[in-house]
């Protein structure tokens, strides 16, 4: 069965620190990655998506993910967090095959100190 | 910009009462998804819905179920509720197709809570 995994449960960091959240999923075929956050009191929304081709994706508001296949990673980074990055960090990855659901990892909490 | 409406933020139910959750997607989107999210377990996929009148069991169906009578309404439907289903539910929509790579769109959430 796939499954995800976050290592971080929560990341504290100063503003202007860089981010790296840590995302590994347990599949052997070819996957769809995604990362998505949810501001404090907002709904779950899209960072960015991998599905074929460059590894290294832009995202909204500075993010970037790399997925690296032989590691089966996809981490998230941020060179220089703001504190308006406070949220929550989904990590979420589903097999490339039609008809296969999204399976979430625990969720990374990142806090942002002014 | 896509809007995926649930009904409540909030609500509280009692033991042994039938839930009824509403989302509501307004971009004729063809697949619905309903999540519960917990503290320290993530989102987890309870049901979805690839079409008027199917559904497919998720990964904790148990103790509930759903309705998909028209494309834009999904409903979540806790038959006798207890308190371990107090929780954070989550709807979603994705686009016409294959899903499984579809970004989905999530609804704002209901906070449930059984006492």
């Known amino acids: 069965a796939q499954s995800v995994s976050q290592h971080n449960h929560h990341v504290i960091l100063s503003e202007a620190a860089s981010l790296e959240l840590g995302c590994n999923y347990s599949?052997?075929?070819?996957?769809?990655l995604f990362w998505y956050v949810q501001y404090p009191g907002q709904h779950l929304q899209l960072l960015l998506k991998y599905f074929s081709g460059d590894p290294l994706v832009k995202g909204i508001k500075g993010f970037e993910a790399e997925f690296i296949k032989s590691k089966f990673s996809f981490n998230l980074r941020k060179p220089s967090v703001q504190w308006s990055d406070t949220a929550e960090y989904f990590c979420?990855?589903?097999?490339?095959?039609?008809?296969?659901?999204?399976?979430f990892g625990k969720g990374t909490t990142l806090s942002v100190s002014s | 910009d896509v809007k995926v409406t649930q009904s409540s933020r909030y609500l509280v139910k009692r033991t042994g009462e039938k839930v009824f959750l509403e989302c509501v997607q307004d971009m004729d989107h063809e697949n619905m998804f309903w999540y519960r999210q917990d503290p320290g377990l993530g989102l987890r996929l309870i049901y979805f819905s690839y079409d008027v009148k199917m559904k497919e069991k998720g990964d904790i169906p148990e103790g509930y179920s759903v309705s998909r009578e028209k494309k834009e309404r999904f409903s979540l439907i806790l038959e006798s509720a207890s308190t371990n289903q107090t929780s954070m539910y989550l709807c979603?929509?994705?686009?016409?197709?294959?899903?499984?790579?579809?970004?989905?769109?999530f609804g704002d959430g209901t906070r449930l809570s059984i006492l």
């Open positions: 599949y052997g075929g070819t996957v769809n």
């Open positions: 979603a929509s994705s686009p016409t197709g294959d899903f499984s790579n579809q970004p989905q769109h």
């Open positions: 979420a990855v589903n097999a490339q095959q039609a008809g296969t659901a999204l399976i």
